[in-house]
């Protein structure tokens, strides 16, 4: 099959033709994939230095076709138009029976791009290839634990529902089910991509009373605007923490979150929290947090918590977004500023180094 390939980190993609991919196995689907995102963790991926999982098939945000469905699977046939989720929730395990289905054991192992046994479905040239975040959406066919799959309505639109997968799952999913913000209360977003305008979307659904963003980029800031931000912040012209507190009347907020990954991001929303307050970590930053914590952070019950997939439950959350979308309450149409074939994809993810636009879809 074709995919976009890695072939070792901080290098431009390749368009491969040789990939193979092995048929399911018990439990597994083979899905066609159509359309799959790009998100920030994709990029990060690239551009570490040594960043580990070579050659990969990069992609986590995809939609597509059951093309072929393993032994013992149910629920899922051939044709059956499918989302594509990062986590797979087995319903049993410790986790999943106490509602914390984003950290169930089936998706523990969803950073090492390999199966729980160490293989691979994908190869080239008899070379196991990894499959980013346990997905690959950016090959033709996606060979994936069935539990993956979310099976969806016919007339949805894949080029649309795709970007649900990551951006959408896990910026909404962080105020709804992480955090879950209560109407009236006021929020702080800093970081405006595809996950940070999806937790403004999701404090808007919150019915959140204020919702204050930052971000260095004036197109972000905009998007952000558009969708529902109440107040928009360049921090590279103010104090973001000190302009919240003073938007917020000298408390503070009630929810911050980070939607960049960035350590000093972090801080700042623990300070702009006001007393009782609770910051969410869901950039996923690279270095380590070395921070003090003040002894007021106690007094203060102040709360610092993380965030994976926005807390989410695909097989509860797929279909509930879905849902909101059609009812127009969520807007998926405005994510997406980018639609390029697969051939494109390093255009994509220089947009995204730059800044430009929104949310980039990939058609395969
Ligand atoms: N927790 C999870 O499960 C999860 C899931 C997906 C993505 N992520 C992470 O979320 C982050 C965002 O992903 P994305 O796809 O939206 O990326 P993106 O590159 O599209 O957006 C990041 C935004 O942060 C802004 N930013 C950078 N520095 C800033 C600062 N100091 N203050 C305010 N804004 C700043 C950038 O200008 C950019 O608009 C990444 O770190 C990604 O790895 C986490
Ligand atoms: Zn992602
Ligand atoms: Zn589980």
Known sequence: MRAALLEKSQQPLVLAEDIRHEDPRPGEVAVRVSHCGICHSDLTMIDTPGGGQAPCVLGHEAAGIVAEVGASVTGLAKGDKVMLTPIPTCGACYYCVRGQASLCV??????????ADGTSPLSRGGERVFQGFGLGGWGEYAVVDARRAVKIDPDTPLDIACVIGCAIQTGVGAVLNTAKVEEGATVLVMGLGGIGISIVQGARLANAARIIVSDPVAERRDYAANFGATDVLDPTQV???????ELTGGIGVDYAFDGAGN???????????????????VGAAMQPLEMPIPALFLTHEKKLQGCLLGSC???????????????????????????RPIADVNAGLDDMRAGRGLRTVLEL
């Open 106 to 115: 089936t998706g523990q192992n969803f950073m090492t791009g390999l199966r």
């Open 263 to 281: 350590s000093k991001l972090i801080q700042d929303g623990i300070n702009a929290c006001r007393i009782g307050g609770t910051m969410t970590m």
């Open 239 to 245: 104090d973001v923490v000190a302009k919240a507190i």
């Open 313 to 339: 439950n695909g097989h509860r959350d797929i279909p509930r977004f879905l849902a909101l979308w059609r009812k127009g309450a969520l807007d998926l149409e405005s994510m997406i500023s980018h639609r």
